[in-house]
C-alpha cells in the first residue's frame, strides 16, 4: 500500500465496522477508499476516483462560456461511442457560424458572447438527449449524434441550418447569422480523428456551395482536398514566377460605334496544366488572402500596357473586396498611376456589391478617396444583389454594368428589368454597360434600352495585349455593331 499511497497506514487493530478515507497516488490522483475487513489480517480495499476528482474533471471538459463539451471531452464520447457499438449508428456535424465575425467586429464582443450562448441552447434544443453538442472553440462547433438511422443525420442537419439562421434579438439588436455544417457517419472512419476529419471536408464543400447549408461527407471529397491544396500551392508560386498574363475585353460605345475602352482580364498560364480559367482560381486565391497581391500586380500590370493604347482609351480594373479590407488600395492606386504615367481619368476600377456588404462605410470613405484622385469607379454585375439600389443612394458611381444574365434572358421579365436599370442609370447620369452581348439580336434590343456601351463575344472577345492594335485597326466595326 505505501508504494502505491505514500503516507498511508492501515491499523486492522483500530478498524470497526466499514471505515473509508481518501487516499493520494504517488501521480497525486485521488480515490475514495472504502475499507471491508476480512479476518485473520486480511481485509478488503474499494478504490473509486474522488467524487471531488471526478467533478473536477468534468467540469474541465466544459466550455465556461456556454456550458458545452469541450474538445477533449468530446473526443472522449467519440472514441467511446465508436468502441461500445456500430460505427454506422453515429453521426458527427461539423459546423461553422455565417457572418459572425461581422458581428463580433461590429456589436462588440459581449454581444457576440450572448450571441454564442443562444447558438449553444438552440443547439442542445435540436438534438436528443443523448447526443453531445460540443464547441471546439470561437464559432466552431460539433454535434456527435447517436442511434443514427437512415435519414436521421440529414434531417438533424437541416434542422440546425434552420435554427441556426433564425432571427436573434440582444441587447435592442436584430441579429440575423447562419449555419454551415458538414456531416460525416461512422461507418466511413475508423477512428475519431478520420470522422472528424471527413466532418470538416463536408464543411468545406458546404461553405463552397455557398453556406448556409450542409453537406454529406463523400469518399470524392479526399481527392477535392488534395486537388485544392496543390492549386493552392501553385497559385503561391505563380505570381512569383510570373505565370499571369492579362487579357483585355473591349467595350463599345453604342453612340459612335468606337472603342472607349478595355476591361482587363486576369489569365493563368499553368506550365503543365495548361490555361486555368479564372473561376477554377479566384475563389481560392480570395480564401487564403493571395487575390490582395494578385490584385497589385494585375493593377500595376494594366496601368502599365495601357499606356501604349491610343488616345484617351480606358482601363477597367475589377477590384476584390478583399483588398478594400486589406486598407492599400488606395495606395496601390496611387502607386500603379505614378509609375506607369497613366492620367488617372483613364482609369476605372469596377467593384461587386460583395465589396460593399461587410464595411459598407469604410468602402464608401476609400471609393470617395479613389474618386478624388479623379479615378472613375463602376458597379459590376449590377442587379444580381440585394442591395443594388441603397448603394446607387450612397455612391455616384460613373457606370452601372448590367449582369449578362439580363441580356442573355428573352423572357418579358429580363427585359422590364434590363430596361429599368438602363432609364434609372441614365436618369442619375450614370453610363450603362450591357455586358454578355453575344448576337446581334441582343445588341439590337440594347440599343433599344438607352444604354450608353456594350461588351461580349459579338464585339469584341478577350485579347492579348500585343493584338489590340490589330482589333483597332480593323475596318468591320462599324459593320458589325
Not at 78 to 98: E, F, K, N, R, T
Not at 453 to 473: E, K, W
Request: charged residues 25%; contains cysteine; glycine residues 8%.
Amino acid at each position: 500500500m505505501r508504494d502505491l499511497f505514500p503516507g498511508c497506514v492501515l491499523s486492522l487493530a483500530t478498524m470497526t465496522g466499514a471505515p473509508s478515507c481518501l487516499l493520494i497516488s504517488r501521480d497525486g490522483e485521488k480515490f475514495d477508499a472504502g475499507i471491508a475487513v476480512l479476518g485473520a489480517g486480511q481485509f478488503l480495499i474499494d478504490l473509486r476516483p474522488s467524487l471531488d476528482a471526478r467533478t473536477a474533471d468534468m467540469q474541465g471538459d466544459l466550455d465556461e462560456l456556454t456550458g458545452l463539451t469541450k474538445r477533449n471531452g468530446l473526443l472522449k464520447h467519440l472514441s467511446s461511442a465508436l468502441c461500445s457499438g456500430p460505427a454506422s449508428s453515429i453521426a458527427v456535424h461539423c459546423l461553422d457560424l455565417d457572418r459572425f465575425k461581422m458581428i463580433n467586429d461590429t456589436l462588440g464582443h459581449a454581444v457576440g458572447d450572448l450571441l454564442l450562448k443562444k447558438v449553444a441552447d438552440r443547439l442542445t434544443a435540436a438534438c436528443h438527449k443523448d447526443d453531445i453538442v460540443a464547441r471546439l472553440g470561437g464559432d466552431e462547433f460539433v454535434v456527435l449524434q447517436r442511434n443514427v438511422e437512415e435519414g436521421t443525420a440529414e434531417t438533424l442537419a437541416s434542422r440546425i441550418v434552420d435554427l441556426i439562421g433564425r432571427t436573434y434579438v440582444i441587447h435592442g439588436h436584430t441579429i440575423n447569422i447562419g449555419a454551415s455544417v458538414g456531416v460525416a457517419i461512422g461507418a466511413n472512419a475508423l477512428q475519431d480523428c478520420d470522422l472528424l476529419r471527413n466532418g470538416d471536408l463536408a464543411l468545406y464543400e458546404a461553405k463552397k456551395a455557398g453556406r448556409g447549408r450542409y453537406r454529406m461527407f463523400e469518399s470524392g471529397m479526399d481527392a477535392l482536398l488534395f486537388a485544392r491544396r496543390e492549386m493552392e500551392i501553385d497559385l503561391r508560386r505563380a505570381l512569383a514566377l510570373k505565370q499571369f498574363k492579362l487579357n483585355y475585353q473591349p467595350f463599345i460605345n453604342v453612340t459612335t460605334n468606337r472603342v472607349d475602352g478595355f476591361e482587363a482580364l486576369l489569365r493563368w498560364e499553368h506550365p503543365v496544366k495548361g490555361n486555368i480559367p479564372p473561376l477554377s482560381f479566384i475563389s481560392l486565391a480570395e480564401e487564403n488572402g493571395l487575390i490582395v497581391k494578385i490584385g497589385e500586380w494585375v493593377m500595376r500590370t494594366a496601368c502599365i500596357e495601357a499606356m501604349s493604347w491610343p488616345g484617351e482609351m480606358i482601363v477597367a480594373v475589377n477590384v476584390s473586396p478583399l483588398q478594400f479590407k486589406a486598407d492599400t488600395l488606395l495606395d496601390t492606386v496611387a502607386t500603379a498611376l505614378k509609375r506607369s504615367g497613366l492620367p488617372a481619368h483613364r482609369l476605372e476600377i469596377e467593384i461587386t456589391e460583395g465589396a460593399l456588404l461587410d464595411d459598407t462605410d469604410n468602402v464608401i470613405q476609400t471609393l470617395n478617396s479613389l474618386r478624388a484622385l479623379g479615378v472613375k469607379i463602376s458597379m459590376d454585375d449590377f442587379g444580381t444583389g440585394y442591395s443594388s439600389l441603397s448603394y446607387l443612394q450612397k455612391f455616384p458611381f460613373n457606370k452601372i454594368k448590367i449582369d449578362r444574365s439580363f441580356v442573355a434572358g428573352d423572357d418579358a421579365d429580363s427585359e422590364a428589368i434590363l430596361r429599368s436599370i438602363a432609364s434609372l442609370g441614365t436618369s442619375l447620369g450614370m453610363a450603362i454597360t450591357a455586358e454578355g452581348v453575344e448576337t446581334a439580336e441582343q445588341l439590337a434590343r440594347i440599343r433599344g434600352e438607352r444604354c450608353t456601351h456594350v461588351q461580349g463575344y459579338f464585339t469584341g472577345r478577350p485579347m492579348g495585349t500585343d493584338q489590340i492594335p490589330v482589333f483597332l485597326a480593323r475596318n468591320d466595326l462599324d459593320e458589325r455593331i
